[in-house]
C-alpha cells in the first residue's frame, strides 16, 4: 500500500507539472503562431518562449524522481 | 566582443561642407549623430546653428531632385536589359542628360501607350479568337440565310443556360434558337441565333438579365460567318506584329541609353543623400561641425585621409565618450574565427548596450558544453560531426548554413566527450557490444549525482553571470548597484553552502552560521534594492534549479535510446530489429539536437544574461555609398 502511495504522489508530481506546462505552451504557441505570421524573423526567441514553462513539467521530473529515490 | 568606438568631432570651412561629407560618405566608417551637438553645445552657444543651405546649394538640390525624379520615370518605362550600368561619369555630362531625358520621356511614354493599347487587343483578340473558334461548330449547322442575326453570349453555368432559354423563348415567341459549347480555356458560351425582326428585342433582353454579349471589331463584324476565324486570326497575327516592333523599338532605346541613365540615378541618388546629411551638419558663422561615431581603430587613418584631402584645413578631433553619451554610443559586434559562427544565437536578442558585453563568446563557450553535457552520446556525436562538416564544407563561409555547421560541429565535439564520460553509444549499445563502461557517470541510473552535477553547473553559470553584473555596474560608475550585485553574489553563496551542508552534513559545514551571514546581508540588499530584494535571492536560487534541466533532458534521451534498442531486440528479427531501433533513434537524434538547442539557449537567455546584460544598444550604422 505504502508503494502505491509513493508511485502516486510520484505519478502526481510529474502529471500536474505535465498538464500545466501543456496549457502554458498551447496559449503561448497559439500566439507565438500569430506573431510569426506577421513577424517571421521573431522565429527563434518563440521556439524560446514555448521552451520556458516547460521548467515546471522538469522540476516536475525532479520530484517524482527525488520520491522514488528518497522514500 | 564589442568593438571599441570613439566620439570624434570633424570641424572644416563651410565651403569644404560637401566635399567633407562626401569623403565621409566614400570611406563608409562614420555615423553622424547631430544630438550630441544638441545636447553639449546648443545650450552655452547660441553662435552655433542647424545648416542651411545657401541660394546656389538650394538650386543645385532642387536640379538634382528633379532631373532624378524624371530619369527614375524614364527607367521604370524602359525594359530591363543585361550589362545595365555604364562606366560614364555623369557629373561632366548632367545638363546633357537634362535635356536628353525628356524627349526620351516623350518618346518612351508614346511607344509605352500604344504598347498598351496593342496589347490590349491583342487580348481581346485572343479572347475573341477562343470564343469564335468553340462556336463554330455550332455555325457549322446553322442554315446559311443572309436574313439570320447571330449574337455570341458568354453564360455563368448551365443552370443561367436554362433559366435564359426558356427567358428568350417566351421574349420571342419561340423566333430563336439557343446552343452553347466550352471553350478551351473552360467557360461556357452561347450562340443565338434569331431573324433580324427579332434582334432588337433580344438584346433588349439579354440586357436586362445582364447577359455580356460578344461583339467582334467592326471591320470583321460584317464578314461572312466563314470568313470571320480567318480575319480574326489574321487581325491578331499583324497585332502580334505590331507589338513586337514596339517592344523592339523599346529594347533599342533601352540597350542604347539604359545604362547611362542607370549610372546617373545613382549618380543623382548619392549626391541626394549628400545634401541629406548636410542636416547632420551645424555651422557658425565661417564654419562646419560635424560630430558622431566611428570605430577606434579608424580614427587614425581618417584623420590622415581628412588632412591628405583638405590639407590641414578640414580637423579631426576625438572627443572623450561622457557618461551621459554612454546609451547613445552605437554598437559593433565582431568576433573572432571561433566565436563568429555563435553570432546566430547573439543575434536573436536585441543588441548589447555599449557599456555592457558582447553575448556572443560567452554562448560560444558555454553553449557546446551544455549541449554535450545533455545530448552525450558518441553515436550520436558522431553523426552530428558528418553532418557538421558537410554543412560547413558544402555552403560558402559567413552563410547561415556554414554558421550552422560550425556550431554543430563544436557541439557534437563535447557530445563526444560527454559520451565517453558517460559510456555511452546509441544508448547502452556501447556497453553491449563494445564494451564501453561509464568513466563518470552511468546517467540511466545515477539520478541523483547527475541533479547535483548539473546544479554545480548552474551555481558556477549563475555565480559568474553576476560577477559580470557587479564589474558592468563598476564600468558604469554605478557601485550602489554593483555593491547590491555583490552582496547578492555572496547571499547566494551562503544559501547554497546551506543547502549542501543541510544535505550532506560535513563538520566544516555549519548551516546555522551560514543562514545567520544570509540574515545579515539581508538588510543591505533591501537598503540597495528595496523590499523586492528578498525575492530576486529566491529568484536567483530557482534559476540555478533551472540547470537541473541538463540532467532531466539527457536523462530522457539516454532512456529513449535504450527503449529504442530494447524494442530492435525484441522484434527477433536482425533486419527488422535494425529497422525499429534505427528509426526509434532517428527521432531521439531529432529530439537531441533539437531539446539540447533550446533548452541551452533558454539557459543562457533567461538564467545567464538576465544577471548581467543590458540590453537595448543602438546599431552601428556607418554613412555608406548605396553605389559602389
Redesign the interface.
Known sequence: MEKALIAFAAALAIGLPAIATAWAQSRIGAAGAGTLAERPELT??I??LV??P??MV??G??VA??IL?ML | MIIRMAKVEIVGPKQDLLTTLDLLHNRGIFQPDPQLLERVELADDDRLQALVLDEHDLRERSFFQDLYDRVAALLELLPETIDDISPLQPLPVMDLIDELVDQHLAKVRELSRILTDCRKEVDDLQRDLIFWQALEPLLADLPQDSNLELLGITIRDGQQLQALEELLQERTQGRCHISSATTTDGSLIGLIATDRQTAESLHQALNDERVPERSLPEELANLPLAQRITALHEHLKSKITSCHKLETQLLEISRRWRPTYHRALNWLEERLTLYRATATAYTTRLCFIIQGWMEHAEVLRLRADLNQAFAGRVVLEQQAILEEDLDQVPVMLRNPGYFAPFEI?SR?LPLPKYSSYDPTPLIGLFFPVFFGMILGDIGYGLILLAVAIFLAKRFPPQQLPSDIGKVLGAAALYTLLFGFLYGEFFGDLGETWLGLHPIWFDRSKD??PM?IFALTVGVVHIILGMTLGALSDLRRHQPRQALFKLAMLIAVLLLVFAVVGWFYPQSWLNTGPLLIGVGILMPVLIAAEGLLAPLELLKTMGNI??Y??I???GFCSVLLAVVANKLGGMTGDVMVGILVAGLLHAFNLLLGVFAPT??S??LH??EFFSKFLDLGGRRFEPWQKRHP
Open positions: 527563434g526567441i521556439i524560446i521552451a520556458i516547460e521548467t522538469i522540476l521530473f525532479v524522481a527525488m529515490l | 544565437f536573436l539520478i541523483l541533479t534549479i533551472s537541473v534541466r540532467m532531466a533532458i533550446v533548452h539557449l533558454r537567455y533567461v
